[in-house]
């Protein structure tokens, strides 16, 4: 159900659930049990309320295990005998990820949140597959909005695109920096 919501998988998967569950209603031991279970709907993820989180739970699905990866790699690459000799110190278990974990991990999240930044200014598929813009309009959406109607304002938006992508990388690859100084 969570992997493709739109194509009306959800639809089958419930109905498939609930003449699961209207079969067990015969069984003469746990019919009981299954009677008090209630007959579940379909969620339209193409509505208005619910097309935002249908396409938040596409990209969060499509992308957490990229980020989830580049975390897991740095910190195995922390220096174990640095954790140690905050244990011996007497260093508490909040005290080594605030003062020795987080700062370790600043570099990967910057990266991380980078690339997110970036991948999510060209965001279009998602919100034209699932909602047709039915109130989730991010700024590629609307340079494909305006395309239709007025290229100038199409192109004046795609630039104002690659400035904004431009300075959050920026901004972040200083803070990176600055900590490759540290």
Same mark, same amino acid.
């Given at each position: 159900m969570i992997l493709d919501p739109v194509l009306g998988l959800n639809g089958i998967a419930v109905e498939a659930l609930n003449n699961l569950v209207k079969d067990l209603k015969d069984l003469p031991i746990l019919g009981s049990f299954f009677s008090l279970w209630p007959e579940l709907t379909p969620i339209s993820f193409r509505a208005t309320q619910t097309s935002a989180y249908a396409v938040i739970i596409m990209v969060t699905w499509q992308w957490t295990p990229f980020a989830v990866l580049i975390i897991m790699t740095s910190l195995q690459s922390e220096d174990q005998q640095q954790k140690e000799a905050a244990v011996l110190d007497g260093a508490t278990s909040w005290a080594q990820f605030r003062y020795m974990t987080l700062p370790h991990l600043a570099r990967p999240?910057?990266?991380?949140?980078?690339?997110?930044?970036?991948?999510?200014?060209?965001?279009? =598929?998602? +919100? #034209? +597959?699932?909602?047709?813009?039915?109130?989730?309009?991010?700024?590629?959406?609307? +340079?494909? #909005?305006?395309?239709?109607?007025?290229?100038?304002?199409?192109?004046?938006?795609?630039?104002?695109?690659?400035?904004?992508?431009?300075?959050? =990388?920026?901004f972040l690859l200083r803070m990176v920096g600055k900590n490759l100084v540290d």
């Open positions: 999240i910057a990266i991380v949140v980078m690339i997110q930044s970036i991948f999510h200014l060209s965001l279009y =598929a998602e +919100i #034209e +597959i699932v909602s047709r813009g039915n109130g989730n309009k991010n700024l590629p959406y609307l +340079i494909g #909005e305006f395309a239709n109607n007025n290229i100038g304002a199409a192109s004046a938006t795609g630039i104002f695109a690659v400035i904004l992508a431009n300075i959050i =990388a920026i």
